[in-house]
């Protein structure tokens, strides 16, 4: 039996070969459309989040609301701070007369006020970022450095803050801040007199200084200050008023002080 197909004649098996050949070249080419599919909607939805992300971040900068950038949960919680009521705060209250600061001291076009915990893991993951920040943009950033040491989880944050205020009295602060972050895993008191030794300052009154806790109510303003501020833990920074909250890298900060600078 021959019929005609596409013109020609050709016999029945002939017909049944092309079929089985059509099918299989058909069942070949359904995967493909469907793998190309879900490429096609998985690279829309991508750029789709991407450009949501954009879009958000800068009205939320415009609009002058508070700045949450945490990645992978990078921020740790103060008990005390839960349910606590923060007031409006005026910027320059957060830019205390006394505190350690680093960069241009007079007319800054942007000043990052930075609450910290050195023994946050946290803040010490933002250390590095936040050092290079530092030396990289020293002639156009104030950085202001204050003290959150959430001691109910924290066990030597109190005392390594104290530490640092006393390097501070002699000049050595940030030399100290680096020791510290370097170093978390000790930061008993017996540690915190060695790193003094180590950075060559008066051992002598940096002991009585410790010991003594000539600090320790500066400290704990420097808390009240930040809770009263609406600093929920650490890292915390204050980008010209703006809270920041949360470990952040190097490419968002370069935007954020992009930004900033318009």
Known sequence: LKIMYNGSMIDEQQLNQFNIKRGVS?????????????????VAAFVGVFLWRAWYFYKLVKSGDN????????????????????????FKQLDRKG??????????????????????????DTYSTVR??????????????????IAEI?????????ATACAN????FWVYYDKLF?????????????????????????DACLDGGTHYKEIMQDYQDGLRAGVR??????????????????????????????
């Open 154 to 162: 924290n066990p030597h944050a109190i005392k390594a803050a104290e």
């Open 132 to 149: 290079e920040l530092m030396n990289t943009h020293m002639k156009d950033v104030r950085f202001v450095f204050r003290y959150f040491p």
């Open 67 to 90: 700045i949450h950038i945490a990645e992978g949960g990078g921020f740790t919680v103060s008990p005390r701070a839960q349910g606590f009521a923060s007031s409006s705060v005026d």
């Open 233 to 262: 833990g650490t890292p915390t920074f204050f980008v010209n008023g703006q809270k920041v909250e949360g470990v952040i890298s190097l490419v968002e900060w370069e935007k954020l002080l992009v930004y900033f600078k318009k």
């Open 99 to 124: 505190a350690p600061t680093f960069g241009v001291q007079k007319n800054a076009p942007i000043t990052i006020v930075q609450f910290a915990d050195f023994e946050c893991p946290f803040s010490r």
């Open 26 to 42: 058909r069942r070949f080419k359904k995967p493909s459309v469907i793998i190309l599919a879900c490429v096609i909607v998985f």
């Open 169 to 172: 009295d002699q000049g050595k």
């Open 182 to 206: 370097q170093n978390q895993a000790q930061l008993a008191d017996v540690d915190l007199k060695r790193y003094a030794k180590e950075i060559g300052v008066d051992s002598y009154l940096f």
